[in-house]
């Protein structure tokens, strides 16, 4: 049987449309916000900023130029660069990704839902918010939504990676960003806006010496950009190798954090000039807190009362649903070319991965969509899961050697920026010194506050132990079978 065919990008725009696309997703229009008023405004902002410098850019590039020289999905990524006995890593990269894909596609789903309900003037009518939450909560409707946004996922990877995955986010992008611009000077214009932009960037330096806000803004940082998630590598893949590596990469990572930052505007401007302290406490501790709290319940309730009547809440509500509709499908759209990618490196036909893929999200994801306990477990599992793959990630480049990786890897492009002999320190102790540090904290903080009797039963949704068990389950049978997995998907290699 002949090798298919390689496809590329078919331009460097395409290129970065679509890892713009992986990297800009809910969390940029849901969770930032909150984060950013339960840390100390402009004083986690400081934090945060500081975290895209020393974690997520320093991943990126290594995430890039891993796909691009290795052009396989994690398994075969990690163990062609790392070594073979890395294979399961490189699965556990994978099975992360998944994890969060067979959850994230229901969220996706209640995006386009409240899209419909702003467009049809129900947000604009509606009184009672939590009351419609709880109605579409409970009901079918996020398992149709669910199932609807898998079928619009996997036919689009269906059609390819320049027919499919760059033309989707050639349009998907450009207008995610003029939606995102269109409601950012709108909120601008609205009286006492500047006071919630004052309050975002103007930092509380005292509050820096605390280290939950370091903590915070790290995770954040990690979540928000994609770095770890193996996503990009995977898209880096299907590069020319003229194609820059550190540039696609810098352009990334700050064009995700340049939408949290508009996004947190928006978000805090239209607070001030609303509700003012009542907003702000709303964030930190009520209707706000939580992020299915801030998207459904309190941002709709007050949109409602932005002046201009119900026809403006209902433009504004369907603009920001759309925007962040669209921000989720770009990001579920390389989950599932992702998990496709690494089950047919093992063998299995591309349209029939693609298949198994759309299949196993919707029965995994079906528990998510019926149950915000089971999806939040889920979140917490796989979201400090991340950061887990990022350090495995940045194991399998310490492996081939970082100075070597840096030369072969990443400084091969002439068109490219040359990175130095400083981004060896970044990946052989400033990247594992961070996960290492926060995953700890993630533990102990789950242990001592969050579940201190019941820390250890894997079946609480919140405990130690759930995640333990998840993970474990999972690690303990990629090692068991990495012999298995690498030679699959390495081959002739």
Request: hydrophobic residues 50%; proline residues 3%.
């Amino acid at each position: 049987m002949s090798k298919p065919k390689q496809e590329f990008f078919s331009s460097r725009l395409g290129i970065v449309l679509s890892m713009i696309g992986v990297a800009v997703g809910a969390g940029n229009i849901w969770r930032f916000s909150r984060i950013v008023a339960q840390n100390g405004g402009g004083s986690f902002v400081v934090a945060w900023v500081i975290f895209l410098f020393i974690w997520s850019i320093p991943l990126i590039i290594a995430e890039i130029a891993l796909g691009k020289k290795a052009r396989k999905a994690p398994i075969g990524a990690l163990a062609k660069i790392g070594g073979r006995k890395m294979g399961w890593m490189g699965a556990f990269v994978a099975v992360v990704a998944t994890g969060i894909m067979c959850y994230y596609s229901v969220i996706v789903g209640w995006g386009l839902r409240y899209f419909f309900y702003g467009v049809s003037g129900t947000l604009a009518k509606t009184e009672d918010f939590h009351s419609l939450w709880t109605n579409f909560s409970t009901s079918a409707q996020p398992l149709i939504f669910h199932i609807l946004t898998l079928v619009v996922g996997c036919f689009i990877i269906l059609k390819g990676v320049v027919r499919g995955i760059e033309r989707t986010n050639k349009i998907l992008i450009p207008i995610l960003l003029l939606i995102i611009f269109i409601i950012f000077v709108r909120a601008l214009t609205l009286p006492g806006a500047m006071g919630g932009i004052k309050y975002f960037y103007t930092p509380v330096w005292s509050d820096l010496l605390n280290y939950r806000i370091w903590i915070e803004a790290l995770t954040q940082n990690a979540w928000d950009t994609g770095a770890g998630w193996g996503l990009l590598l995977v898209y880096a893949g299907y590069m020319h190798r003229r194609e820059s590596v550190v540039v696609n990469g810098c352009l990334t990572a700050f064009s995700n954090n340049a939408v949290s930052l508009i996004m947190g505007m928006t978000i805090f401007a239209t607070v001030f000039a609303l509700e003012s302290d009542f907003g702000i406490q709303q964030l930190i501790s009520g209707e706000g807190s939580t992020q299915v709290g801030i998207a459904f319940i309190f941002l709709p309730k007050l949109f409602n009362q932005l002046p201009g009547g119900p026809l403006v809440h209902s433009s504004f509500a369907s603009l920001f649903f759309l925007a962040f509709y669209f921000a989720a499908l770009s990001s579920t759209i390389s989950m599932i070319q992702l998990t496709s990618q690494t089950i047919a490196e093992l063998g299995v036909e591309k349209k029939s991965a693609i298949l198994f893929t759309g299949i196993l999200a919707l029965l995994v994801g079906i528990p998510s969509a019926i149950s915000i306990t089971f999806l939040e477990n889920q979140d917490t599992v796989w979201g400090l899961g991340l950061l887990l793959s990022g350090l495995f990630i940045a194991i399998s480049v310490i492996s081939y050697g970082v100075n070597r990786f840096r030369e072969d890897a990443i400084n091969i492009s002439k068109q490219d920026f040359k990175i130095k002999k400083f981004y060896n320190a970044f990946i052989m102790c400033v990247i594992p010194a961070q996960a290492i540090v926060l995953i700890s904290w993630f533990f102990y903080h789950i242990i001592c506050c969050v579940d201190s009797e019941g820390w250890w039963n894997p079946l609480r949704p919140f405990s130690a132990g759930t995640i333990i068990m998840q993970w474990g389950v999972c690690i303990t049978v990629f090692i068991v079978f990495n012999k298995w997995l690498v030679k699959k998907t390495l081959k002739k290699y």
